[in-house]
């Protein structure tokens, strides 16, 4: 196994250990997209025949530990050459090829998985990262957090900005977006309730990083009729003031709206000590004040109707502005 570096590169190859390597030969080897269940073919094993299929599951990080490999048996393996068992990420069904009853050297076959062959239930994420303003793809990087530890990481194809990955299921992920000259993005993905296969598409919409511009900000929220920040609001805020402390020449403008159910003076009091607090936090984060302007608009801009429950929590809301892009810095 061989390990992506920060910079692209790759770790040196890692064997996997006597519990999978023999005196023979192993080859075609097939990770699951649950990344613990590997398939793969070996002669050095007692089998049916002169290749054999074998499954085993990892059991820590270290890829060193691994269950005892499991011949998957004469519904798969023949007295030939049987290798390259491959599945998708719904784990339904498995593709091989083999040489037993073939029309040629060897041909490939599809055949259902039994229950104590497949790998751990996964969620397949897929959709379009676009430009927020023109719908226009954009070759963006994918990636999911669990628990602020990053995960599977996916490149979307720039002529089309699609995207797909894999998640374990049972958990709550937040997918993050980033591309050069836009504001990175995230998007929260529930799992908790999920126990069967599942797709999901998210499709993720990312604003440009240029004078003028408007951004809204999620998962920010405040103690009710309160400036208090609470804690869920963090992660959204530092992933603000990493974005402006590795972008001094970008100057924004933080604007607290409300909706209209509230006195004018009163929503327009209570916008400005959110958007006060807001960038209160960013400079404690380490943000230049000069970086950082903040401004109450109340009710006057709303976005939605204030005649739905959704509309209002639309309305009530905080975003930036960009006033100021150095492109020198």
């Known amino acids: 196994v061989s390990f992506q570096q920060s910079d692209g590169s790759y770790s040196a190859p890692k064997n996997l250990g006597p519990q999978i390597n023999t005196a023979g030969d192993e080859v075609t080897p097939f990770l699951a997209a649950d990344g613990k269940t590997l398939y793969f073919s070996t002669d050095g094993r007692p089998g049916y025949g002169r290749n054999d299929i074998y499954m085993t599951k990892r059991l820590d990080d270290s890829w060193q530990r691994w269950s005892r490999p499991l011949n998957l048996g004469p519904a798969v393996n023949t007295e030939n050459w049987d290798a390259y068992y491959t599945l998708p990420a719904k784990g339904d069904f498995a593709y091989f090829t083999s040489y037993e009853d073939s029309y040629g050297s060897g041909d490939i076959f599809r055949i259902a998985i039994p229950p104590e062959q497949m790998p751990d239930v996964v969620a397949l994420i897929k959709g379009k990262v676009i430009d927020a303003k023109t719908n ?11 628990d602020s530890v990053a995960q599977e990481v996916a490149q979307t194809n720039p002529a089309t900005g699609s995207y797909q990955l894999v998640a374990d299921i049972g958990q709550q992920l937040v997918l993050l977006a980033q591309a050069n000259g836009y504001y990175a993005i995230t998007q929260p993905v529930d799992l908790t309730g999920v126990t069967e296969y599942e797709e999901r598409v998210v499709n993720l919409a990312m604003y440009p990083i240029k004078k003028g511009e408007v951004v809204p900000l999620e998962d920010i929220n405040f103690e009710a009729n309160s400036a208090t920040l609470t804690p869920d609001s963090y992660r ?3 992933r603000v003031a990493g974005f402006l402390l590795g972008q001094p020449g ?7 709206h409300t909706n209209n159910r509230c006195s004018s003076t009163y929503c327009k009091q209570l916008s400005a000590s959110r958007a006060e607090a807001v960038a209160q ?13 903040h401004k109450g608009y109340g009710k006057d801009k709303p976005i939605d109707t204030n005649e739905t429950e959704e509309g209002r929590q639309r309305n009530q809301r905080v975003e930036f502005t960009v006033l100021e892009v150095d492109q020198g810095n």
């Open 281 to 293: 936090y960013l400079k404690a984060q380490g943000v230049p004040n000069e970086q950082v302007l």
């Open 236 to 238: 959204e805020l530092n």
């Open 250 to 256: 970008v100057v924004i403008e933080i604007g607290g």
């Open 136 to 146: 226009a793809p954009i070759a963006a990087t994918v990636a999911y957090e669990s």
